[in-house]
C-alpha cells in the first residue's frame, strides 16, 4: 500500500544560461512561455498553468514534479515523510511538498494549483481508411505551425539502482509497473512505470526508471500532441528552424506512441508523441527484452543502427550504455547471462 496515489507528471524543472535561446526552442517545440520571478515557464493547450520550468543558471536538470489528486494527500505524504506542505509561489498557486529521491533528484509534489480554460485541441479531421470514408467532398489543408504540445506525459530518469528506486517511488506514490525491461533473464535495467488510478485509464508510462552507468540525471521528457498531422507538423517546423534531430519519427514497441525526439540548444532531449497506450490498474505487468527498447514497430530505425559516429544525448546515450552493460554480464558470466 503506498502512502499516496499521484495522478499523473506536473512539470519537469531545468536551469540553462540562456533563457532567451531555451525560450526560442520551446516556442518552436509548440509551447506557450512567459516568464515570473526569473524563471521561464511554459505550458501546454490543457490549462495547467505550466509543464516545463527554467531558472537561471548553468545547464543541468533540476527536478519532476508530480500532482498529487488533492492537498490532503499531500498532508499525508508529508505527515509520513516528516517534511512540510507549502505554499507554492509559482504560476498556479496550491500546495507543495519536496522530497529528494535515492539518487537526489528533486521531486516537487503539487496538488490544489489553479487550472486555466483549455484550448481548443488541434482539429482531428476524419481519416478515409478502406474500412470506412467519413471524409466526402471535403480536402485536408493543413497549416504550417509548430505542434500544438496538449500536456507533459512522462520523464525518463538514469537511477544508481533501480529496485532500490523503484521501491522509492512505488512506496510513495502508488506507481505500477507496465513493462519490465531485462537484459538478460533476470536481470533488470529499469521498468516502465504508470499511474494507479483504478479503473480510470492511464497512460502505459509516467514515469521509466533505467539503471545506468554516469551520473544520475534526465535521459528525456514527452509532450503529447494531438495527432499524427500534429506531431509531422511540428517535426516539419523543427527541421525548417534548424533544430537538432534525435530520433524520429517512429511508432515504440513499448507503450506504442508515434514518437519524435529533438534536443534543446542545452542538450536536453525532448519528445513529441501521439496514440499511447492506456491501461487500468487491473492490467498485469510485462517482462520485455532490451531489444523492444531498441526496436521500432515502423518509421526511422534508431540513429545508432544508422550509422551516427556521435549519438546524442538523452536516449541514444541511454541505449549506448544498455549495450555496454550487457557486454560487461556476458564478460562476468557467459552462461548465466545466455541463459
Known amino acids: 500500500m503506498s502512502v499516496i496515489r499521484i ?193 480510470r485509464p492511464a497512460d502505459h508510462h509516467t514515469l521509466f526508471l533505467a539503471q545506468l552507468p554516469g551520473k544520475p540525471g534526465i535521459l528525456h521528457a514527452a509532450f503529447e500532441v494531438a495527432n499524427l498531422d500534429d506531431l509531422m507538423l511540428g517535426h516539419q517546423h523543427l527541421k525548417a528552424a534548424q533544430r537538432q534531430p534525435a530520433w524520429g519519427v517512429g511508432r515504440h514497441i513499448m507503450g506504442s506512441q508515434v514518437f519524435d525526439y529533438w534536443n534543446d540548444p542545452f542538450g536536453n532531449e525532448l519528445e513529441h508523441w501521439t496514440d499511447g497506450d492506456l491501461f487500468i490498474a487491473a492490467d498485469p505487468p510485462q517482462i520485455q527484452p532490451m531489444s523492444a527498447l531498441l526496436a521500432v514497430q515502423w518509421g526511422a530505425p534508431h540513429p545508432m543502427f544508422a550509422g551516427r559516429r556521435a549519438p546524442p544525448p538523452g536516449l541514444v546515450s541511454f541505449i549506448t550504455a544498455l549495450q555496454l552493460r550487457i557486454k560487461r554480464l556476458f564478460r562476468r558470466n557467459p552462461k548465466e547471462s545466455a541463459a
Open 7 to 199: 495522478e499523473d507528471i506536473a512539470h519537469v524543472r531545468y536551469a540553462a544560461p540562456d533563457l532567451a535561446a531555451m525560450r526560442g526552442f520551446l516556442d518552436d517545440f509548440g509551447m506557450a512561455c512567459f516568464e515570473q520571478d526569473g524563471r521561464l515557464y511554459a505550458r501546454g493547450t490543457d490549462g495547467r498553468p505550466f509543464l516545463h520550468v527554467t531558472e537561471p543558471g548553468e545547464a543541468a536538470f533540476l527536478a519532476v514534479g508530480l500532482r498529487a489528486a488533492s492537498v490532503a494527500d499531500l498532508n499525508l505524504l508529508a505527515a509520513e515523510e516528516g517534511v512540510q506542505v507549502i505554499d507554492s509561489v509559482e504560476p498556479g498557486g496550491g500546495k507543495v511538498v519536496h522530497l529528494t529521491d535515492p539518487d537526489g533528484y528533486r521531486v516537487e509534489v503539487v496538488a490544489g494549483q489553479t487550472q486555466g480554460e483549455a484550448s481548443a485541441p488541434f482539429a482531428d479531421l476524419p481519416r478515409n481508411t478502406v474500412a470506412a470514408q467519413p471524409r466526402f467532398r471535403e480536402s485536408v489543408r493543413l497549416n504550417a505551425a509548430p505542434a500544438h504540445v496538449r500536456r507533459i506525459g512522462h520523464a525518463v530518469l538514469r537511477v544508481s539502482d533501480f529496485r532500490r528506486s523503484e521501491a522509492w517511488y512505488k512506496q510513495r506514490f502508488g506507481f505500477l509497473t507496465s513493462d519490465e525491461v531485462e537484459a538478460a533473464r533476470g536481470v533488470p535495467l529499469g521498468a516502465f512505470m504508470r499511474c494507479d488510478r483504478g479503473d
